[in-house]
Structure formats: C-alpha cells, structure tokens
C-alpha cells in the first residue's frame, strides 16, 4: 500500500515527520503517535545503529501473502503458443559460444 499515493487521493500531502528517523528514545516516549502515523502516513523508522520499521500489521500481511516462488512465476508466466527452435544438443558441428572463439 502506498500512502504518498493514497494521502494525495484524498487531498492530504504527507509532510516531513513520516520521513524522519525516530531515535529509540524518543519512540519510547511517543509511541502512540509513531503508531498513529504508522496507520496514517506510512512507515515509520527508528533508530539508525540497528535500524527498525513500524508498519501497520495489515499492511506487513498483505505485502507478505503477495509474495510467490519465482518458479511458480515463471511457469505461470511463460510464453504460451509460441514454437521455440532448440538446437540438437548432439549435433557434432554444433558451436559452442566463447570455447570455439578461443581456439580459432
């Protein structure tokens, strides 16, 4: 979900806070309002040594589900009705990229 995009749709420009990087301090002591930006801003990050980000938990879930096996993808995404012309791997002439270049 991008919030820049959904803040502009409804009229609202996300200004500089959603942008910064909270130190752990100040996150322990504004939770609530890092957790209300988190839901209406975006994400947001804190500290910089072991750098952390709070995102709302639908949001982290959907980004999650989104995901699939790039070999699934693949397949799914192969091109289909198209006739591919694969050379015969025993063909005795048959050039070989880079290792018949060095030895001509």
């Not at 500089?16 to 609530?32: C, F, G, I, N």
């Amino acid at each position: 979900m991008d919030y820049k995009i959904l803040l502009k749709e409804v009229g609202i420009v996300a200004n500089d806070v959603s942008q910064r990087v909270w130190t752990v301090a100040e996150a322990k002591a504004r939770l609530s309002e890092i957790l209300r930006l988190a839901e209406t801003e975006g994400p947001q990050h804190i500290g910089t040594r072991r750098p952390f980000v709070v995102v709302p938990a639908d949001a982290w879930y959907e980004r999650m589900r989104s995901r699939q096996p790039l070999g699934r993808w693949l397949v799914e995404n192969m091109p289909r009705g198209e006739e591919l012309e694969l050379p015969d791997r025993h063909e005795c002439e048959r050039e070989v990229p880079l290792i018949d270049q060095e030895i001509r």
